[in-house]
């Protein structure tokens, strides 16, 4: 099944990507023909087989529950793209109206 | 005497320098003296630390000064894949989003090399986020193979192959994914290992594919590496994916070179069709050879291996619209567009379409339609069950053979420019390599010798078991010491793109 322009445009909504027009059509081109090759996982017989998300079987990890320095405040905001009052100034996130 | 330095082995080096016939000041000034003279052709640096450098080389002769004790790589200089976090240099990731972006921490690996002595010249390119395999996708430009200054080095990890293939440092760092060390390693003609999953430490290592990343060593020799494999594992408490075991005993695997009594498998899934002709013959000679040298030599059918490269391109792009959310343009790395009238949103949109390369936006954009409510059970979902008939094939594989073997790659170092938008042809690169990052298995590559047809190396692929690590190093190193005895000089005496 050809992957939809309209479908690339919702994924770019989706993945928070302001994609001009031009890149939106050539990868567009490029994901049908990445999405129809990946696709030929669906040929396996894999009925009853349990998925693997991860190659170590791992159980939950604990640590003690010990303190230890964290990264000040001056560090940690120092590569920061805008500073106000010791904090990240980040542009609005509620719409005006 | 500057020539004779960055010629040296690792071992080499950090013997001389424990026994004070060298400083490791003059070892690093010899280094950082050969990357003035081939940066400008390699490229395979994007930050070069000299002062950095110095400063730790100091601390080792004054350590040794003091009588305290040198570790095994003590003084040696190092190139770090610049995806590794360092407090005092620059962290890029090869990715415009974090240009200039200065750590507020050092990875576990990169504290590691430090505490050891270990002198760490500068990062290395790389694909953006260790996302392609020839370096193209960096977005400070390519670096180039010293075998051939038009071809690429390889990649993810092609600035640390590429530094090493050219003297510019005897050892280095890279991460493997899908082969994102293997890959460079065989198209620059060193080696290069992926330990088992979990084994090298990923605190730190910005993330990629995180049920798959693995750092690990890159070196001219079988020892050098596996002395590195060494010092930068084991057990990491900051990393909830780390391994509590002890390292496997790689150092005395690559010294026992021996391969008498193994029992080696063929996988006839990994040596067929697209195979240039040349790497095909040297890896069938190699497979002799391991024969004359006392090896068992089988053929093992691993059917779900031909489904790798489709399941890991569901996999890992999954993994990397999760992780590459992070940069959303408000705690760190690039901000544009942020005037005062436009929302977060707005402002996190255009950040990361200004911010990421290409190859960085398809993968986040097929991770997002393969998780997709729709889509998620046909596409991630089947590609996690195709994982487990992986892992199962080696299961079946490693009751009948200690390791298994294949070319690292299909073909030897291809021109630069040839295959960077044609991102399928791109990712048959990894057609070899993805099988072990999928299990999580151990996997290196050695030089097997050169392709008749281009005169550019060739790799040979040793696989083994999850937390076996020595048995390939035991196979590499009896295959490194055959052909360095037969030809009677170092492969990479051959290399010419820099003479």
């Known amino acids: 099944m050809p992957i939809a322009r309209d479908d690339v445009a919702h994924l770019a ?69 805008a500073v106000e009052q010791q904090r990240f100034r980040v542009p609005r996130i509620l719409a005006e109206d | 005497m500057d020539g004779e330095l960055t010629g040296m082995t690792a071992a080499a080096l950090a013997a001389a320098i424990s026994a ?74 090869g990715s415009a989003i974090l240009d200039g972006w200065c750590p507020p921490y050092d990875a576990t690996i990169t504290r590691r090399l430090r505490d050891a002595g270990v002198v760490i010249l500068g990062k290395t390119n790389m694909d953006e986020f260790a996302m392609g395999s020839s370096t193209e996708n960096s977005a400070f430009g390519p670096s180039h193979n010293p075998w051939d200054l038009g071809r690429v080095p390889g990649g993810s990890s092609g600035g640390s192959a590429a530094a090493v293939a050219a003297y510019e440092a005897p ?45 690990g060593p890159l070196a001219r020799t079988v020892l050098d590496a596996a002395l590195l494999h060494e010092v930068m594992s084991g057990h990491d408490p900051c990393d909830s994916t780390s391994v509590n075991a002890p390292v496997p005993p790689v150092v005395a695997a690559a010294r026992q070179a021996d391969v008498s009594g193994m029992t080696i498998g063929v996988v006839p899934e990994l040596a067929g069709e697209g195979c240039q002709p040349g790497v095909l013959a040297r890896f069938s000679e190699t497979v002799e050879l391991l024969e004359s040298l006392g ?45 005062g009238t436009r929302s977060a949103e707005e402002v996190m949109a255009l950040t990361r ?28 979902g089947k590609a996690q069950q195709v994982r487990t008939l992986i892992i199962r094939d080696f299961e079946a594989a490693f009751e009948r053979v200690d390791v ?75 295959v490194e010491a055959a052909l360095d005895a037969r030809r009677g000089f170092p492969l990479l005496n051959e290399a010419r793109g820099l003479a």
């Not at chain 2, 093992?300 to 996999?315: D, G, K, Q, R, T």
């Not at chain 2, 960085?360 to 097929?366: E, S």
């Not at chain 2, 420019?417 to 399928?424: A, F, K, L, Q």
Request: glycine share 8%; net charge negative.
């Open chain 1, 13 to 81: 909504r989706l993945s928070r990507l302001a994609l001009g027009e031009e890149e939106l059509d050539h990868l567009a081109a490029q994901l049908d023909v990445i999405i129809a090759a990946v696709a030929k996982v669906q040929e396996v017989a894999a009925e009853g087989i349990p998925a693997t998300s991860h190659a170590v079987r791992l159980v939950n990890v604990f640590r003690d529950d010990v303190l230890w320095e964290c990264l000040s405040a001056d560090v940690v905001l120092s590569q920061a793209p």
């Open chain 2, 20 to 93: 004070g016939e060298v400083s490791a000041a003059e070892v690093t000034d010899a280094h950082l003296a050969r990357i003035e003279e081939v940066e400008p052709r390699v490229r395979a640096f994007l930050h070069v630390a000299a002062g950095q450098a110095r400063a730790a080389a100091r601390a080792v002769d004054q350590r040794r000064a003091a009588g305290g004790d040198l570790g095994p790589l003590a003084g040696v200089p190092l190139a770090l894949k610049d995806v590794f976090t360092t407090v005092d240099m620059p962290t890029t990731c």
């Open chain 2, 171 to 215: 050892l280095g760092i890279g991460t493997d994914t899908g082969g994102s060390i293997r890959q460079p390693a065989a198209v620059c003609g060193v080696v290069g290992a992926k330990p088992t999953y979990g084994g090298s430490s990923r605190y730190g290592v910005v993330a990629f594919a995180s049920s798959l990343d693995t750092p």
């Open chain 2, 295 to 339: 090896a068992k030599v089988t053929e093992v059918s691993c059917p779900h291996f031909s489904y790798a490269l489709p399941a890991y391109y569901l996999i890992a792009p999954s993994e990397v619209s999760s992780n590459l959310a992070r940069f959303d343009a408000m705690r760190y790395g690039l901000r544009v567009g942020d005037d």
């Open chain 2, 353 to 380: 379409a200004q911010g990421f390369g290409a190859e960085a936006k398809r993968r986040i954009m097929l991770g997002t339609y393969a998780l997709s409510s729709g889509y998620y059970d046909a596409y991630y």
């Open chain 2, 404 to 478: 298994l073997v294949s070319p690292t790659t299909p073909t030897t170092a291809f021109p630069l420019g040839e295959r960077v938008d044609d991102p399928m042809a791109m990712y048959l690169a990894d057609l070899y390599t993805i099988p072990s990052d999928l299990a999580g298995n151990a996997a290196m590559s050695v030089p097997c010798g050169l392709a008749p047809e281009d005169g550019l190396p060739v790799g040979f692929q040793v696989m083994a078991p999850a937390l076996g690590d020595d048995r390939m190093y035991r196979v590499a190193a009896a």
